[in-house]
């Protein structure tokens, strides 16, 4: 509740500043497609401090059932810290995410969204998820912490057989709580 408190000072901020701002020029200037715009592109950046937060763990080694930045994590461990970083609480296991709905069509894909997969033995049970980095529909790129041959943070491209097969679903989750 008190990171939804939170975002919400942070949009009326936002907003109130954007009003200073446009007040000042004369009417025939003034837009409002010109505002939402101006508030999008100060919402994008959002999504792109995530990304950038998140490329600072770029080779941190996989460690089962941490969220620890100084031991390593794992896949739903690193995403639990970065977005917990931004005041979002995120499920710390990647069943959980099977939960969250809505799902996004592709074309919605935004940096920032989680991509949620099965598991690399049962393609029945949700075991991976890492968060898009370059949204590009199905051929995004996203980070996450690799249990595989890589062992570590990485970034991997959604295109590649191995995860075009385990998708599952995207998610927003930047107003998750």
Do not use: W
Request: charged residues 20%; proline residues 3%; aromatic residues 12%.
């Amino acid at each position: 509740m008190k990171s939804k408190s939170k975002m919400v000072k942070r949009l009326l901020l936002i907003i109130s500043v954007l009003s200073l701002c446009t007040s000042c020029l004369p009417q025939s200037k003034l837009s409002h497609s010109k505002s939402v715009e101006s508030l999008n592109s100060i919402l994008v950046l959002n999504r792109a401090d995530v990304i950038e937060f998140s490329k600072k763990y770029l080779g941190k080694p996989y460690r089962y059932a941490s969220s620890n930045p100084k031991i390593g994590f794992d896949c739903s461990g690193f995403v639990y810290f970065v977005f917990k970083n931004f005041n979002i609480n995120l499920p710390r296991d990647s069943r959980s995410y099977e939960s969250i709905v809505p799902a996004l069509k592709p074309k919605e894909f935004q940096i920032g969204d989680v991509l949620v997969f099965y598991s690399f033995q049962n393609h029945s049970r949700i075991g991976h998820v890492g968060i898009i980095c370059e949204a590009n529909g199905m051929k995004s790129k996203f980070i996450h912490s690799s249990s595989g041959k890589v062992k570590g943070v990485i970034i991997s491209d959604l295109s590649s057989e191995t995860y075009t097969r385990r998708f599952y679903k995207c998610v927003n989750v930047l107003n998750y709580n």
